[in-house]
């Protein structure tokens, strides 16, 4: 069993630039991938990219495209999500998860709690 804990949140203005960490108690492995996904105050839990572990495959949403990277560290046992070109429709609060890997929050068993981004204008 895998424990993911997301950290690296905080307040940034438009266009700027915020890392965020994915750690785990307990091993990431090949049989996992490691999704990111945000909440919106009064929004539904939407997906922003995933990672496979063993293959570092990626995938992000449209809105992540071009602007955010997910990578992996497998030494570190930890997934970062690079953000760029921030927008204040990013704000939200940012979670980690594994699982088999995919858009859908029930494609992901282990949750951690999230981060705060907040993006001003």
């Known amino acids: 069993q895998v424990q993911p804990v997301a950290s690296g949140g905080g307040l940034v203005q438009a266009g700027g630039s915020l890392r965020l960490s994915c750690a785990a108690s307990g091993r990431f492995s090949s049989a996992y991938a490691v999704g990111w996904f945000r909440q919106a105050p009064g929004k539904e839990r939407e997906f922003v990219a995933f990672?496979?572990?063993?293959?570092?495959?990626?995938y992000y949403a449209d809105s992540a495209k071009g602007r955010f990277t997910i990578a992996r560290d497998n030494a570190k046992n930890t997934v970062y999500l690079q953000m760029n070109s921030l927008k204040p429709e990013d704000t939200a609060v940012y979670s980690c998860a594994a699982g088999s890997g995919g858009t859908l929050v029930s494609q992901y068993d282990y949750w951690g709690q999230g981060t705060q981004v907040t993006v001003s204008s």
């Open positions: 990672i496979t572990w063993g293959g570092g495959d990626t």
